[in-house]
């Protein structure tokens, strides 16, 4: 069925003697291309002129209630995080208001009484800042300025000798706020940081980002390149032993082997963890569900048992898993990237709206341990249909489903996921659609579940920008010459190497096993909407 793109797959590594290049060569765009980027860029500037209406200045609209909010800290988040999709758009007109009104951005304090959050301003504002600046040929410098301004802020976040920074900071007295952290927060740092160092010398950045990821990878992890979600920057130590690729684990393992191609470095260490994390997970975590045999990545919990659930956020990993299998030449890691990619795909496939839940669960052979409640009899039927089940049935607006599916058209050229992406288009504009922007979901298997008065930036950063892409010319911000960061904002990379990652690129395990330490509970992350709903802990016996 996917000849095509089996064929543009080994036609890729024949030219892939010279450079570890991600994007199949050659790939033929059908007419029907033209008319669904069009339709992407209608609801993106649907979106945004709904933004300006009601929320201009503010970070987020509220499209049912036709007002805002300032969940990142009133600095306009929406504007600075869809500059860059605008630039790709060539929206020219909206990307030099938005660039005129991030030179006005006073960083100095937050807007808001809030902490600041060095993780979500480092990947929104910072990174936002910093890929207009370069997308637009480094001609507004003031964007550089702008984000040296954030930066050396959110450099306050390393407090004495701690390798690893808090996660929040008050802004306004410099004050680090959060003693507790988790990998997500602490490790996605490095694609930012190291392009303000490219651009303004000061090599601090760079080394404050690296030395964060640096300690974690040298921990003893719970499972061999898995490192457990929480950590705490005093210390130094994990907190806790849970094992994700969904939130607040999933962008420390994303940019691994991102840094690794976007610095380039001869440091193995980065693209080796990489490789070792995802060895483990096809050791430990990969299940294949009892109907479909549809491939996901499970959790590991702290009492060392597998948790059969999945999630919107975690389903990156096909992405990443495609990006980092071609960078290490490992046809292996392609094709189980595939897999993962379908079955992220299933969860938006199989629901009444054609698009996928917050959260699910399914079972395999070795059981339907969740970690919550045993599914119901409502959701055994529709598993024995669809080979998943859903345990949050929201969708609000987030994009990793479809970035994935961006990645596997890129590699592999197969027009189906360009049908995938088309559908997740028409289920936008019959199911989102206000008369003041595109809302969120209640519950995606009930075309009468109402809206969701959603608010994210990712919507304009990454859902918009993923899908334009997936129908643009594919050298239009090609995977070869850009690094995305985990907010979908493109940072110009050099020429790839040959290969990443060692020729024995799985790490040796460790000479201590993994033990679970008592540590200070995790932060409240309950408003960071880039983490999960907290797990319920199941009793203990
Ligand atoms: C979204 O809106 C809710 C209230 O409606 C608010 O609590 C939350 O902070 C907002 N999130 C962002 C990112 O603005
Ligand atoms: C530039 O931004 C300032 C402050 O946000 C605003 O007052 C001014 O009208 C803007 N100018 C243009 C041309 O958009
Ligand atoms: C480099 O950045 C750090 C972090 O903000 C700052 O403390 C330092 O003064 C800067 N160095 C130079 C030479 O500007
Ligand atoms: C790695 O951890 C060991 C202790 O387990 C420590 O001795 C060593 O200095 C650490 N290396 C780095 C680069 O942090
Ligand atoms: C590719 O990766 C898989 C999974 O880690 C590993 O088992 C295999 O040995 C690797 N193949 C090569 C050629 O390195
Ligand atoms: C779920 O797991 C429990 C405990 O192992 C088992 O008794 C039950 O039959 C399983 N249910 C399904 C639908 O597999």
């Known amino acids: 069925m996917i000849s095509a793109g089996r064929l543009a797959l080994s036609l890729a590594f024949a030219s892939s003697a010279l450079a570890a290049n991600i994007q199949a060569p050659n790939i033929r765009l059908p007419r029907s291309a033209t008319a669904n980027r069009a339709?992407?860029?209608?609801?993106?500037?649907?979106?945004?002129?709904?933004?300006?209406?009601?929320?201009?200045?503010?970070?987020?609209?509220?499209?049912?209630?036709?007002?805002?909010?300032?969940g990142r800290n009133g600095w306009g988040a929406t504007i600075v995080d869809a500059m860059s999709t605008m630039h790709i758009m060539g929206l020219d007109d909206l990307f030099l208001e938005a660039v005129n009104f991030s030179s006005h951005i006073d960083f100095s304090k937050s807007q808001t009484p809030d902490t600041v959050s060095v993780f979500e301003t480092t990947i929104r504002y910072l990174g936002g800042l910093l890929s207009a600046f370069e997308l637009s040929g480094q001609k507004f410098p003031i964007l550089l300025e702008k984000a040296k301004e954030v930066g050396d802020k959110l450099a306050f976040a390393w407090v004495g000798s701690n390798d690893v920074p808090f996660g929040e900071i008050v802004f306004a007295t410099n004050t680090p706020q959060i003693a507790t952290s988790n990998i997500a927060e602490a490790g996605t740092l490095t694609l930012?940081?190291?392009?303000?160092?490219?651009?303004?010398?000061?090599?601090?950045?760079?080394?404050?980002?690296?030395?964060?990821?640096?300690?974690?990878?040298?921990?003893?992890a719970p499972?061999?390149?898995?490192?457990?979600?929480?950590?705490?920057?005093?210390?130094?130590?994990?907190?806790?032993g849970y094992v994700t690729w969904g939130g607040g684990s999933d962008s420390y393992f994303e940019y691994l082997i991102k840094h690794a191609r976007l610095s380039n470095t001869n440091d193995n260490i980065f693209a080796d963890t990489w490789h070792t994390?995802?060895?483990?997970?096809?050791?430990?975590?990969?299940?294949?569900?009892?109907?479909?045999?549809?491939?996901?990545?499970?959790?590991?919990?702290?009492?060392?048992?597998?948790?059969?659930?999945?999630?919107?956020?975690?389903?990156?990993?096909?992405?990443?898993?495609?990006?980092?299998?071609?960078?290490?030449?490992?046809?292996?890691?392609?094709?189980?990237?595939?897999?993962?990619?379908?079955?992220?795909?299933?969860?938006?496939?199989?629901?009444?709206?054609?698009?996928?839940?917050?959260?699910?669960?399914?079972?395999?052979?070795?059981?339907?341990?969740?970690?919550?409640?045993?599914?119901?009899?409502?959701?055994?039927?529709?598993?024995?249909?669809?080979?998943?089940?859903?345990?949050?049935?929201?969708y609000i607006q987030?994009?990793?489903?479809?970035?994935?599916?961006?990645?596997?058209?890129?590699?592999?050229?197969?027009?189906?996921?360009?049908?995938?992406?088309?559908?997740?288009?028409?289920?936008?504009?019959?199911?989102?659609?206000?008369?003041?922007?595109?809302?969120?979901?209640?519950?995606?298997?009930?075309?009468?579940?109402?809206?969701?008065d959603d608010n994210e930036s990712f919507w304009f950063a990454e859902v918009m920008k993923y899908l334009y892409l997936t129908f643009d010319d594919p050298n239009h911000i090609s995977l070869d010459s850009f690094v995305f960061n985990t907010e979908a904002h493109p940072?110009?990379?050099?020429?790839?190497?040959?290969v990443y990652g060692s020729p024995q690129s799985i790490l040796p395990p460790p000479t201590k096993p993994f033990q679970l330490k008592k540590g200070a509970p995790l932060p409240a992350i309950s408003p960071n909407p880039r983490l999960p709903k907290p797990i319920p802990v199941p009793p203990q016996s």
């Not at 090599?203 to 003893?220: E, F, G, M, P, W």
């Not at 898995?226 to 806790?240: C, K, M, R």
């Open 39 to 70: 339709a992407v860029e209608q609801i993106f500037t649907e979106s945004y002129a709904a933004y300006k209406k009601f929320a201009f200045g503010h970070d987020d609209l509220l499209p049912l209630s036709q007002s805002f909010t300032d």
């Open 192 to 220: 930012e940081f190291e392009t303000l160092t490219k651009h303004t010398g000061n090599q601090t950045y760079a080394d404050l980002a690296l030395k964060s990821v640096r300690h974690i990878a040298n921990l003893t």
């Open 223 to 240: 499972l061999p390149g898995l490192a457990a979600q929480g950590i705490d920057p005093t210390s130094g130590e994990f907190v806790g």
């Open 277 to 394: 994390a995802v060895d483990s997970s096809i050791k430990n975590l990969l299940r294949t569900s009892t109907v479909g045999n549809h491939l996901y990545l499970a959790d590991f919990d702290d009492s060392r048992t597998i948790r059969h659930i999945g999630s919107h956020l975690a389903c990156f990993y096909g992405g990443n898993w495609l990006m980092g299998g071609r960078l290490l030449n490992n046809q292996t890691i392609v094709d189980i990237a595939l897999q993962l990619v379908d079955a992220c795909w299933n969860t938006y496939a199989g629901d009444a709206t054609g698009i996928g839940p917050e959260a699910f669960a399914y079972i395999s052979t070795d059981g339907n341990f969740t970690g919550g409640d045993s599914p119901s009899a409502d959701q055994l039927a529709f598993y024995a249909e669809h080979g998943y089940y859903i345990t949050a049935s929201d």
């Open 398 to 452: 987030r994009p990793e489903v479809l970035e994935s599916n961006f990645y596997a058209f890129r590699v592999t050229g197969d027009s189906k996921y360009l049908d995938r992406a088309a559908s997740a288009v028409a289920s936008f504009n019959k199911f989102l659609k206000t008369d003041s922007g595109f809302a969120g979901l209640n519950d995606v298997n009930n075309v009468n579940g109402g809206l969701i």
């Open 491 to 498: 940072f110009v990379a050099p020429p790839a190497k040959p």
